[in-house]
């Protein structure tokens, strides 16, 4: 199965401010998901880009993809203290059913 | 409003003593799963089902078993919890396999005593 790799592993930025994250992974993908884990919370679905996608917008998140360098980024505008959280990527290639989460990137938005 | 419901929120046990945890779904799902979490960890899959169809991952220990009476319930079952076995116990559906987003339940925390 395939596993995307969070960077950074931790992230603390200022209300407002935007916060920019990253996922690589290893092999070809049909698509690649993002999920949001409030502490102590379950995971909720943010963003799904297919893989003949580059660019995609949902309300304060834009996600981008790079397939030739195998990355994808979560990039969150105008942050609040609510969007504190876990944020997990999910490449999903192949056959495979499986999405194998990485351990995501905790970020911190102070208010 | 359709929604994957996990009961309990807490679950605490003791050291040796059988446990079930419960997971219910809303929106008619083909697929349910079951994660572990343990802290600042990433979520591990242990099982899913396709429909009737069972699916155990590879390096899910045997102490852990899985019941799913009909589409809508799927039960998680540790048979003699260790401590090792506190975390995080997530549950999950999609619509069907590959290519889904899957939503999942709030989670059931275990402490083992």
């Not at chain 2, 046990?13 to 990433?42: D, E, I, R």
């Not at chain 2, 429909?51 to 220990?61: G, I, R, V």
Request: aromatic share 10%.
């Amino acid at each position: 199965s395939q596993q995307g790799e969070e960077d950074p592993q931790a992230l603390s930025i200022q209300e407002g401010e935007n916060a920019t994250m990253n996922c690589s992974y290893k092999t070809s993908i049909n698509n690649l998901q993002w999920y949001r884990q409030n502490s102590g919370r379950g995971l909720v679905h943010l963003i799904l880009i297919r893989s003949n996608e580059r660019e995609k917008h949902s309300g304060r998140l834009r996600v981008t993809l790079d397939t030739s360098k195998k990355s994808s980024s979560l990039l969150i505008t105008a942050s609040r203290a609510a969007d504190t959280a876990s944020y997990f990527c999910a490449p999903h290639g192949g056959s495979n059913y499986k999405l194998t989460f990485g351990k995501g990137t905790l970020l911190t938005v102070n208010p | 409003d359709a929604m994957v419901i996990q009961n309990p929120r807490y679950q605490v046990t003791q050291f040796g003593k059988p446990v079930t945890l419960s997971c219910s779904q809303t929106l008619n799902h083909n697929v349910m799963y079951w994660y572990q979490q343990k802290s600042s960890q990433a979520p591990k899959l242990l099982f899913h089902y396709y429909d009737k169809d069972f699916n155990n991952e590879a390096d899910t220990p045997d102490n852990f078993q899985s019941r799913r009476p009909n589409t809508s319930f799927c039960f998680l079952d540790i048979r003699s919890p260790g401590l090792g076995d506190a975390a995080m116990y997530l549950c999950a559906t999609s619509r069907d396999k590959a290519k889904e987003t899957q939503y999942f339940g709030p989670g059931t925390r275990l402490l083992v005593l």
